[in-house]
């Protein structure tokens, strides 16, 4: 399962209505109106928190409902507002209306906030109403209503670099040797389930990000394997990292078969910027044949994330990329 995605309800409070009031005092004879405003209802906003990975939060807690403004009072008492309800997602999180399917918000920078559902205004008390020839109106607002919605939630990591591979390419290993991240790796297709993120350290003056996501396999686009949903996690990465197996009877089909899951998935992958990289190569111990490479109309890149042949090599083609 996939916990980048999520549903939610919100409602924000309506606004409080306006009073009907006159000033009433010992020796005030026709004390003129005194009705207060009703306070603002609370608005739901969302906000960005760097410090979250996950919309895991929202498996709990679905509805968020604001709190209501305060009638007006007399005596020219305002009502008080109610309060906001900030919603913190993480970077990188899209907000749609789940009905309509539109995107209201796209949460890509730190402490960006955007206010989903606005509270409902206070209703004006009579007090609002005097005019010179209406000295004693009795005419007031009710509060307006809240708006609720609901929200889709969809977290895309946002990366520089996304992986992509076949199951058991070595993605998760190349990812764990060249940063801090410690992806679960192992000897079976699709022990990636969930996309993992890795810092890259590069030469003491920059860092980068490296997106590891689950394997693709041939007919993704049509449901095989984990599907290519989690693809949406690279859409936005600004050069792809195709990671080919040397052990495959044939890399450059694996490419073939890599390109046209990514062209069904979204056609705009195709033009990114990439990195084609042959990996595992340690398991030649003459050095890797030829022929192997022979058919790639690009040029391709060798490694072995156990000896660490060619990483550094590689890391700086990386960057080279990234900041063209
Ligand atoms: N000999 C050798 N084995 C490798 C190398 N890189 C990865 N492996 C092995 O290949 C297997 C799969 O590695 P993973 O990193 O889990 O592969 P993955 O691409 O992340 O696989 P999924 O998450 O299933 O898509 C593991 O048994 C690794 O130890 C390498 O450079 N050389
Ligand atoms: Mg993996």
Redesign the pocket.
Known sequence: MFIDRAKIFVESGRGGSGCVSFRREKFVPKGGPDGGDGGKGGSIIISADSSLRSLLDFQHKKHFRAKRGEHGRGSNCHGKKGADIKIRVPVGTMVFDADTDELIADIIEEKQKVEIAKGGRGGKGNARYKTSTKQAPRNWQVGELGESYNIRLELKVIADVG?V????????????KVSAAR??????????LQPNLGVINYRDFASFAIA?I??LIEGAHTGKGLGHEFLRHIERTRVLMF?I?ANSEDPHDDFKILLNELGSFEEKLLEKSRIIVI?????FSEGIPPELLKKFEEPVLT?????GDGLTNLIDKLWQHISE
């Open positions: 992986l591979g076949f199951p058991n390419a070595g993605k998760s290993t190349f990812l764990s992806p679960k790796i192992a000897d079976y297709p699709f022990t990636t590891d689950p394997g990671l197996d990996s595992k190569i340690d398991t490694i072995s994330s156990i000896t």
